[in-house]
Nanobody
Framework: QVQLVESGGGLVQAGDSLRLSCAVS????????LGWFRQAPGKEREFVAA????????LYADSVKGRFIISRDNTKNMAYLQMNNLKPEDTAVYSC????????????????????WGQGTQVTVSS
């Protein structure tokens, strides 16, 4: 069983930065693709960013491209989401997810392809 625990959320002002962390409990961390997703009140969960097993080419939602950076440390079983220039519309519960699949764009962006999820961390951006 894979367990994920997010941390690093909080209340910030527009323009500030936050770094989210995701600790993944598994002996085979390097075999998992990792994704960050978010869900705002009254909205469906949406894709934010994803990084493949190898830590190679990453994917981003258009709304965060150029502001957010996803990374992973396979020596520490950790995933990160560096969020810069935060905007009020970034307010949401952010969750990390893990899955094993062929890392292609359409699959990595789809929540249904991720069987393992963390509980989420709240990010609130005030204007």
């Amino acid at each position: 069983q894979v367990q994920l625990v997010e941390s690093g959320g909080g209340l910030v002002q527009a323009g500030d930065s936050l770094r989210l962390s995701c600790a993944v409990s598994t002996h085979t961390f390097s075999t998992y693709n990792l994704g960050w997703f978010r869900q705002a009140p009254g909205k469906e969960r949406e894709f934010v960013a994803a990084v493949p097993q190898s830590g190679g080419t990453t994917l981003y939602a258009d709304s965060v491209k150029g502001r957010f950076i996803i990374s992973r440390d396979n020596t520490k079983n950790m995933a990160y989401l560096q969020m810069n220039n935060l905007k009020p519309e970034d307010t949401a519960v952010y969750s990390c997810a893990a899955a094993v699949f062929l890392f292609i764009d359409a699959r990595a962006r789809n929540t249904r392809n991720y069987p393992y999820w963390g509980q989420g961390t709240q990010v609130t951006v005030s204007s």
